[in-house]
């Protein structure tokens, strides 16, 4: 199984100017074939082909687009490349329409070749930029898959895919249900409860550190202002970099948080785990909720659980997503239609008193069992 390598970078002066220079080409051949695809479609052509599109690249690049030969071949050509599965991909319905990214909002990255990359003590070779420094030692003599170097507002990374063996992991037969809110992050039918981090006393202080800061950026645009335009001084520049490593530590928490919490599942060594399969997209339209779901990452942990279910051996089960895991009665079966979001406690009426999110568990782990 392929598993992600993740590796901090140090690089000089000089090389950071050249991963710059490389995450603009990659932003703007995407952009490009993005608009030569649009085009094409406006004047009733067919999809172009990402072969035809690296041609015309390279003819450009002896005229037009000279800059282009400063940096490695291979980020140009695989921009062409993702940006055409992009449309594939939105073509077969399992993701919106691309759109062209932006210098700001856009994360800055690019590709490196697998062939050009190599690695020593503590070092990896990077096209057209050299032998860059890493913090740790990257793993040799091993196939490198799908090589991408990127900057998440602090520092750089490499991120490499290595071959990895599946361990044989003796399971213990049971069956695993999860449901995933709000309230709980998760809640497992085995009676392990995971808490929401987002309430958590850092989340709620960096929070309250990032509101604070938002506002005074806000003011300074306000007092700056020159008739109808804004100016941006040096120091909300300042602030709007104090804004970007806030939001950069409030996703590693979370990140690190659903990282922990999966381990943990796993570790316990079911056969299978049940997950139902939510519709995320439609969530978010709840304008009451849709922040509160955006900052649990419920996609992200799905996500998680799945690879680390394949690397363990373990079955991963989607429930059906109109399966009643929450009315469903865990005792006698029967479904109350008339249950609501804010009963937190389940009553039925042979009796049973339970938690709402450990009966729905429980549900989920016998689903499909009995068939």
Same mark, same amino acid.
């Given at each position: 199984?392929?598993?992600?390598?993740?590796i901090r970078l140090y690089p000089t002066e000089e090389q950071e100017q050249k991963l710059w220079q490389s995450v603009g080409t990659a932003r703007f051949i995407y952009n490009w074939t993005l608009n030569r695809?649009?085009?094409? =479609?406006?004047?009733?052509?067919?999809?172009?082909?990402?072969?035809?599109?690296?041609? #015309?690249?390279?003819?450009?690049?002896?005229?037009?687009?000279?800059?282009?030969?400063?940096?490695?071949?291979?980020?140009?050509?695989?921009?062409?490349?993702d940006c055409c599965n992009a449309y594939k991909n939105f073509f077969k319905g399992l993701v919106d329409k691309p759109k062209f990214k932006n210098r700001k909002?856009?994360?800055?990255?690019?590709?490196?070749?697998?062939?050009?990359?190599?690695?020593?003590?503590?070092?990896?070779?990077?096209?057209? /930029? +050299?032998?860059?420094?890493?913090?740790?030692?990257?793993?040799?003599?091993?196939?490198?898959?799908?090589?991408?170097?990127? %900057?998440?507002?602090? =520092?750089?990374?490499?991120?490499?895919?290595? #071959?990895?063996?599946?361990?044989?992991?003796?399971?213990?037969?049971?069956?695993?249900?999860?449901?995933? +809110?709000?309230?709980?992050? @998760?809640?497992?039918?085995?009676?392990?409860?995971?808490?929401? /981090?987002?309430?958590?006393?850092?989340?709620?202080?960096?929070?309250?550190?990032?509101?604070?800061?938002?506002?005074? !950026?806000?003011?300074? =645009?306000?007092?700056?202002?020159?008739?109808?335009?804004?100016?941006?001084?040096?120091?909300? @520049?300042?602030?709007?970099?104090?804004?970007?490593?806030?939001?950069?530590?409030?996703?590693?928490?979370?990140?690190?948080? /659903?990282?922990?919490?999966?381990?943990?599942?796993?570790?316990?060594?079911?056969?299978?785990?049940?997950?139902?399969?939510?519709?995320?997209?439609?969530?978010?339209?709840?304008?009451?909720?849709?922040? @509160?779901?955006? #900052?649990? !990452?419920?996609?992200?942990?799905?996500?998680?659980?799945?690879?680390?279910?394949?690397? !363990?051996?373990?079955?991963?089960?989607?429930?059906?997503?109109? %399966?009643?895991?929450?009315?469903?009665?865990?005792? !006698?079966?029967?479904?109350?239609?008339?249950?609501?979001?804010?009963?937190?406690?389940?009553?039925?009426?042979?009796?049973?008193?339970?938690?709402?999110? %450990?009966?729905?568990? /429980?549900?989920?782990?016998?689903?499909?069992? @009995?068939?």
């Amino acid at each position: 199984m392929i598993l992600a390598k993740k590796i901090r970078l140090y690089p000089t002066e000089e090389q950071e100017q050249k991963l710059w220079q490389s995450v603009g080409t990659a932003r703007f051949i995407y952009n490009w074939t993005l608009n030569r695809q649009e085009e094409s =479609y406006k004047n009733g052509g067919k999809f172009i082909k990402d072969s035809d599109l690296r041609k #015309e690249i390279t003819r450009l690049k002896k005229d037009k687009l000279s800059w282009l030969n400063e940096v490695s071949n291979n980020v140009a050509k695989q921009s062409v490349k993702d940006c055409c599965n992009a449309y594939k991909n939105f073509f077969k319905g399992l993701v919106d329409k691309p759109k062209f990214k932006n210098r700001k909002k856009s994360k800055p990255s690019f590709y490196n070749d697998t062939s050009k990359l190599k690695a020593k003590e503590k070092s990896v070779l990077i096209e057209k /930029i +050299g032998w860059v420094k890493t913090k740790e030692q990257l793993p040799m003599d091993v196939k490198y898959t799908n090589p991408r170097i990127s %900057y998440d507002n602090k =520092y750089w990374y490499l991120s490499v895919g290595i #071959e990895e063996e599946m361990p044989v992991v003796q399971l213990t037969g049971e069956s695993l249900g999860i449901d995933v +809110g709000i309230k709980d992050l @998760a809640v497992c039918s085995n009676g392990m409860t995971f808490k929401n /981090i987002n309430k958590s006393k850092e989340v709620r202080r960096l929070k309250k550190s990032l509101k604070r800061k938002q506002r005074q !950026c806000s003011r300074k =645009y306000e007092k700056n202002k020159k008739g109808k335009e804004y100016v941006k001084t040096k120091n909300i @520049a300042k602030l709007e970099n104090q804004i970007k490593l806030i939001h950069r530590r409030l996703s590693n928490i979370r990140l690190n948080y /659903i990282h922990q919490v999966t381990r943990m599942i796993v570790k316990t060594k079911p056969s299978r785990i049940v997950m139902e399969d939510l519709n995320i997209k439609g969530m978010m339209k709840n304008k009451h909720l849709s922040k @509160a779901i955006a #900052e649990q !990452c419920l996609y992200d942990f799905k996500l998680k659980m799945k690879y680390k279910c394949e690397f !363990c051996g373990i079955d991963f089960v989607e429930a059906d997503r109109y %399966y009643p895991s929450s009315k469903l009665c865990s005792c !006698c079966g029967s479904i109350k239609k008339d249950l609501k979001l804010k009963d937190r406690i389940y009553k039925c009426s042979c009796g049973l008193n339970i938690n709402r999110d %450990y009966n729905a568990s /429980i549900n989920l782990s016998r689903y499909k069992l @009995a068939i």
